[in-house]
């Protein structure tokens, strides 16, 4: 296959559960696959939030873990701001905005990029370190998989980004 007629490929780590960082890495995700990219979002550490199901309990092993549990529960309803959060008063000023706006919200976006062939990995070894158990993953997760599977597919991008 010629580097003409072969396929451009963008990696996405989303290391962030900030909502406004999580809306970037969406917006670029959505907008390389509507330009024919092949898009892979590796969902690591904080951003395993982003790919939690916004019901229901994280069930948890042993004390520390359960608190952790707790304390951070994520899921795409409850992403702070990077900036401004002021407990939670910035985040709900923020989605008032971007639906005065027209602008799609976080679940709105993860089903776009799903429904444009956007691939999400959650990644193994921060599920472990997080207590993430598989089943509190939202459906449009493709794959649980380690930095070996990212790097490979980095390997092949044109474009890799950290958000």
Do not use: H
């Not at 809306?23 to 790919?51: H, K, Q, R």
């Not at 873990?65 to 992403?79: D, E, H, I, P």
């Not at 990995?121 to 207590?131: F, L, N, Q, Y």
């Not at 598989?134 to 599977?149: F, H, I």
């Amino acid at each position: 296959m010629s580097d003409e007629s072969a396929k451009k490929k963008v990696t996405i780590i989303v290391f962030s559960g900030d909502l406004d960082r999580v809306m970037a890495a969406f917006i670029i995700a959505t907008g390389a696959a509507s330009m024919g990219f092949e898009v892979v979002m590796f969902f690591t550490f904080w951003g395993l939030n982003v790919v939690k199901k916004n019901e229901g309990a994280i069930p948890a092993q042993g004390f520390l873990r359960k608190m952790m549990s707790r304390m951070n529960r994520g899921g795409t309803k409850r992403l702070p701001l990077s900036r401004m959060d002021m407990y939670s008063v910035g985040r709900r000023l923020m989605k008032r905005f971007m639906r005065q706006s027209g602008v799609p919200t976080v679940d709105e976006l993860m089903a776009m990029a799903k429904s444009m062939g956007v691939k999400m990995i959650a990644c193994t070894t921060s599920m472990g370190v997080m207590g993430v158990p598989k089943e509190v993953l939202r459906p449009e997760v493709d794959t649980v998989a380690g930095v070996a599977t990212y790097l490979g597919n980095a390997s092949e991008g044109n474009i890799n980004l950290f958000i």
